[in-house]
Nanobody
Framework: QVQLVESGGGLVQPGGSLRLSCAVS????????VGWFRQAPGKQREVVAH???????NVKDSVKGRFTISRDNAKSTVYLQMNDLKPDDTAVYYC???????WGQGTQVTVSS
């Protein structure tokens, strides 16, 4: 059974940083592109960043220069480093194996003073 477990969310002040982790078990993530998505209250889920099997990355324009996605295939973990966080980044963050129906349960990120 494949499981994706996110962690690392929390409450942070504007300008602060968090690193989210997505630990994947039950499958080898090296052969799959993985993405981070987020959903704010009352809004649709949106892609934040994704990373290909070759390690190429793409991030949403509004987080470019602040967020970085990376993966450690040996640890079956994908990370999202988030710096200079803003209140608009407040959302539940999910990881997802692209091209599948596999999602994590989400981790809450709240940016507030």
């Amino acid at each position: 059974q494949v499981q994706l477990v996110e962690s690392g969310g929390g409450l942070v002040q504007p300008g602060g940083s968090l690193r989210l982790s997505c630990a994947v078990s039950g499958t080898i993530i090296g052969g799959n592109p993985v993405g981070w998505f987020r959903q704010a209250p009352g809004k649709q889920r949106e892609v934040v960043a994704h990373i290909t099997t070759l390690g190429n990355t793409n991030v949403k324009d509004s987080v470019k220069g602040r967020f970085t996605i990376s993966r450690d295939n040996a640890k079956s973990t994908v990370y999202l480093q988030m710096n200079d966080l803003k209140p608009d980044d407040t959302a539940v963050y999910y990881c997802h194996i692209l091209g599948t129906s596999l999602w994590g349960q989400g981790t809450q990120v709240t940016v507030s003073s």
